[in-house]
């Protein structure tokens, strides 16, 4: 299967499901935010499986900003 077809297949199920857009880059930015999350927050991993230069990038685009990071330290038990 090719990219482009996977890419029609994810799109159609989409459809199906009722979400205006499902494509392989949905997919991607939802492994790579499930990895962070199951990782203990490593956000260093993330960053080197997305190929991204910074931090700062592999955090804007999971969509975390200074609120929502605070809200996940605020869950955290340092014990």
Do not use: P, W
Not at 14 to 30: A, C, E, F, P, Q
Not at 50 to 66: I, P, R, V
Request: no cysteine; hydrophobic share 35%; proline share 0%.
């Amino acid at each position: 299967i090719t990219e482009k077809q996977f890419y029609k297949v994810m799109a159609r199920v989409g459809d199906l499901l009722g979400i205006n857009y499902l494509g392989t880059h949905t997919m991607r930015k939802t492994g790579a935010y499930r990895v962070y999350t199951q990782s203990n927050y490593n956000i260093g991993l993330v960053m080197h499986l997305l190929n991204h230069s910074s931090e700062a990038m592999t955090l804007t685009y999971l969509g975390l900003d200074q609120a929502s990071r605070e809200t996940m330290l605020d869950q955290i038990d340092f014990g």
